[in-house]
């Protein structure tokens, strides 16, 4: 399996501003996926991002909201913008090694106050 | 609307006994179906994947897959209190899918308490 890290691992931020949340992996991987996960609750998929590709987004989240960049094929940005105490949650990267196995990062605490 | 539904549980097992963690999917065509475990304040962690009807087993684990009644589960034999998490079940798309069709559904976890 592949070896994902993110930057930072935790953040307290105000609300107006806005964070990107950095993920670099160890080996080439296409597909690259961005998770939102809040306390006691299940995953909820942000978006997909090929590299080389505009990513796609689900159903409530915009691209205005949460950029994303995919530059190549180890490394993946995700930005919240102009962020409100609702956007707190963790986030979380996870990349796919084939046969749709996918491995997440240890994710990213963030805390809007 | 593709759904995976889990029991949230809290499912409790003494030390020792079989733990059994049910999931079902609405989507009929999935064809990849994966077990992830989360310990409190950790990221997920894969451990099972199942393409085909019947089961697999690796280790103390096994998960068992019926297409037919859009059903998998996983079983933890001579559960540890270290198995204590929630695992989260996650139904892939059919299996020559691209792009974002590759995502996963996963469903809402079910939390496990191994009892000494």
């Known amino acids: 399996s592949a070896v994902i890290s993110q930057k930072p691992s935790r953040d307290i931020c105000q609300r107006g501003t806005s964070l990107t949340i950095q993920c670099q992996v160890d080996?080439?991987?296409?597909?690259m996926f961005w998770y939102r996960q809040q306390p006691g609750q299940s995953l909820t998929l942000i978006a997909t991002?090929?590299?080389?590709?505009?990513?796609?987004?689900e159903s409530g989240f915009v691209i205005d909201k949460f950029p994303i960049s995919r530059p190549n094929l180890t490394f993946s940005t995700l930005t919240v913008s102009n962020m409100s105490p609702e956007d707190s949650s963790i986030y979380l990267c996870?990349?796919?090694?084939?046969?749709?196995?996918?491995?997440f990062g240890p994710g990213t605490r963030l805390t809007v106050t | 609307q593709k759904e995976v539904e889990q029991n949230s549980g809290p499912l409790s097992v003494p030390e020792g006994a079989i733990a059994s963690l049910n999931c079902t999917y609405s989507d009929r065509v999935s064809q990849s179906f994966f077990w992830y475990r989360q310990y409190s304040g950790k990221s997920p962690e894969l451990i099972m994947s199942i393409y085909s009807n019947g089961d697999k087993e690796d280790g103390r684990f096994t998960a068992q897959l019926n297409k037919a009644s859009q059903y998998v589960s996983l079983l933890i034999r001579d559960s540890q209190p270290s198995d204590s998490a929630t695992y989260l079940c996650a139904v892939g798309p059919y299996l020559i899918s691209s792009g974002s069709a590759r995502q996963l559904t996963f469903g809402s976890g079910t939390q496990l308490t191994v009892l000494p």
């Open positions: 991002a090929n590299q080389g590709s505009e990513a796609t987004y």
């Open positions: 996870s990349v796919e090694a084939g046969s749709y196995e996918q491995y």
């Open positions: 080996s080439q991987v296409t597909m």
